[in-house]
């Protein structure tokens, strides 16, 4: 069974950058569409990104375009988030996740994926 740990997650001051990683292990890593999502306390998990199995194509909600990007070392089972220009209403825990087998693309609604890590917290402060 696959299982996937976050990293990268700190305290930053707005306007910075925090670079996330996701190791994954277990399965063939390549095989799947790895997305990130971001969650705070009341609220659903939200759609950040999303790249697909051969890193060929992106995909990203609107609010980080321009700003995130996801990219991925098949090689080393690791997929990556970078955040640039972060704001303080993006303060969540961050979750990598792989998608379910699935066809289609892209792939961001949270059932679309079937395992997650266990998050990672950012902080942004003002």
């Known amino acids: 069974q696959v299982q996937l740990v976050e990293s990268g997650g700190g305290l930053v001051q707005a306007g910075g950058s925090l670079r996330l990683s996701c190791a994954a292990s277990?399965?063939?890593?390549?095989?799947?569409?790895m997305g990130w999502f971001r969650q705070t306390p009341g609220k659903e998990r939200e759609f950040v990104a999303a790249?697909?199995?051969?890193?060929?194509?992106?995909y990203y909600a609107d609010s980080v375009k321009g700003r995130f990007t996801i990219s991925r070392d098949n090689a080393k089972n690791t997929v990556y988030l970078q955040m640039n220009s972060l704001k303080p209403e993006e303060t969540a825990v961050y979750y990598c996740?792989?998608?379910?087998?699935?066809?289609?693309?892209?792939?961001?609604?949270?059932?679309?994926?079937?395992?997650w890590g266990q998050g990672t917290q950012v902080t942004v402060s003002s």
């Open positions: 996740a792989t998608s379910a087998p699935l066809w289609g693309w892209p792939l961001v609604s949270s059932g679309d994926y079937d395992t």
């Open positions: 277990g399965r063939a890593f390549r095989s799947y569409v």
């Open positions: 790249i697909s199995r051969s890193g060929g194509s992106t």
